[in-house]
């Protein structure tokens, strides 16, 4: 029997034809780096791949703490999803290989250098990791051997529509050597992105070319050709400070791998490193790919795709500096609702009307639980939105809201599983699913999510629908990080402007609330 956590994997992403770059797959932001050069990029890279392997030490003994939410056990299970896996096109759906399960897992890591790819084994014949000294040189020679910058962006290909994707693919792996290319690359533990700089732009423009670049890689040009999009974890580092990462979204959701990206730079922050006594270490393998012409135009259609996709995706980064989460708990509200209830208000001064919004919140209090939603546009937000009154009177209604999607009474996947059990069982589909209501209300203009870290990064997504927007937001103490995007294409969606009508919603509603209190 299907469960409903592979119902939604399915139906939200492996049954979804759209590019996962951009349309599913998230990309995080990470604070800028102080490197301007390949010896401070190499470096800043092998502290992370120690970091990520000092993290994957936890999950190998099973000895990741268990998180808890309200006194609550969450369920863990995702955490052993995001490393050593990969997304597998299909031509009508995709899958997703774990290699971890098995008597002998991977014991390397992907490395792509201009668009040339690397086997980079991070464990010693003894079992114990490579210390980040030794990542350094083994680095260093994958950088020295893939200078060439005219080499053709195979990785590319992973960024089209599946199905063009996956019938390129199909004819990729005849050959036997591309086989084994594209299985060293599926098979390793996570890839690390060594990535060129990115052409120079003002400081108030630097966090939203970042975001584009941990989303898509910013163009053939730049750095779209040196990811594997369809590998779960990619982090990404840049010869000019810029680092972040980018994952493929159906193995996990955000918050794993916020805290995997914790646990990092905390691991990086106590390492210095070390001269360990050098004993010759192999020379990195690098991936040999055999393209012929059909192969060549399938990268260059892809090249072109990207290009359009690129385009056409505006990413603004907020920095919102006035105040954080400190500021709604001092007025024992839910820094949260709050914030949904500003993004509410600023969608209405916008638009003059509210509209059907999407906020991903976590089933993990369950067994394999993924996300349902909270549907946060509700009579009381329009009610406050239209009056600007107390927001206090409605962020109640709003937590009840979240509070029913997290302990699994919300509607969302309670609807999907009741439509996957009528295609399952071959009878007619209830008629609620042709209901055009039903099809309005599912038409989310607001997809947003709350990723918390401890670290001061930002995550971001594209939006849903194509006259929508996707924000995700990182609520720190004393400032709140948000990431707004809209397609270029949609006349109607501006993400710059309705960051500005944020950070005025954000600033009228602490002047009311500062109010409200002084006269109660």
């Known amino acids: 029997m299907m469960q409903l956590s592979d119902w939604w994997m399915q139906s939200a992403y492996l049954d979804s034809r759209m590019p996962v770059a951009m349309y599913t797959s998230p990309g995080v932001v990470l604070p800028k780096m102080h490197f301007q050069d390949r010896q401070g990029q190499m470096r800043f890279a092998a502290k992370l791949i120690a970091g990520v392997l000092d993290f994957k030490s936890m999950i190998d003994s099973e000895t990741l703490p268990v998180e808890y939410l309200g006194g609550k056990p969450l369920c863990m299970d995702q955490y052993y999803q995001v490393l050593t896996s990969c997304r597998i096109p299909g031509p009508k759906r995709d899958v997703v290989m774990n290699y971890a399960i098995g008597k002998t897992p991977p014991s390397h890591i992907t490395v792509v250098h201009n668009f040339q790819f690397f086997v980079l084994d991070v464990y010693n014949s003894d079992g114990s990791p490579l210390t980040v000294d030794q990542i350094y040189v083994q680095l260093e020679k994958i950088w020295n051997s893939s200078l060439q910058t005219n080499k053709e962006p195979v990785g ?89 990462l980018t994952y493929e979204h159906a193995p996990a959701e955000g918050p794993p791998i916020v805290f995997l990206v914790d646990h990092v730079v905390d691991y990086m922050k106590r390492t210095e490193m070390v001269r360990t006594p050098m004993i010759p270490l192999p020379m990195p393998q690098k991936l040999r ?38 500021f709604p708990k001092s007025h024992k509200m839910s820094p949260d609702a709050f914030i949904q209830m500003a993004l509410q208000l600023a969608y209405y001064r916008m638009y003059q009307t509210c509209c059907p919004t999407y906020e991903s919140a976590s089933l993990r209090m369950f067994r394999l639980g993924r996300t349902e939603a909270v ?34 009474q919300g509607i969302e996947r309670h609807m999907l599983g009741l439509k996957m059990m009528a295609i399952e069982d071959l009878t007619s589909l209830p008629e609620i699913f042709m209901d055009t209501s039903f099809a309005v209300a599912a038409h989310f203009n607001l997809y947003t999510s709350q990723v918390g870290s401890k670290t001061d ?64």
Not at 375 to 386: A, D, H, P, V, Y
């Open 289 to 326: 790919f055999n393209i012929p012409p059909e192969i060549k135009k399938d990268i260059e259609k892809a090249k072109q795709n990207m290009n359009i996709m690129a385009h056409e995706l505006d990413v603004r980064v907020l920095n919102f500096t006035h105040y954080g989460r400190k």
């Open 375 to 408: 549907r946060s546009t509700t009579t009381e937000s329009l009610q406050f939105t239209k009056a600007m009154d107390d927001p206090s009177k409605h962020v109640q209604v709003y937590i009840l809201v979240a509070f029913s999607a997290i302990h699994g």
């Open 156 to 244: 590319i290909l992973t960024s089209n529509h599946r199905n063009t994707w996956g019938k390129a693919y199909n004819n990729l792996i005849k050959d036997k050597t591309n086989k084994e290319s594209v299985r060293a690359i599926q098979k390793s533990i996570f890839t690390v992105c060594l990535d060129a700089p990115m052409p120079r732009v003002s400081d108030e423009m630097y966090h939203n070319k970042v975001a584009a670049q941990m989303l898509h890689g910013g163009g053939s040009r730049w750095n779209s050709g040196n990811r594997w999009f369809d590998k779960t974890l990619q982090f990404i580092v840049g010869e000019d400070g810029s680092c972040g």
């Open 457 to 520: 990064c930002v995550m971001c997504f594209g939006p849903m629908v194509p006259d929508g927007y996707g924000i995700c937001y990182n609520p720190m103490d004393d400032h709140i990080n948000f990431a707004v995007t809209a397609f270029n294409s949609c006349e109607e969606t501006n993400a710059m402007k309705l960051s500005q009508f944020l950070e005025d919603s954000l600033l009228d509603m602490k002047t009311l609330l500062e109010q409200v209190s002084k006269t109660q």
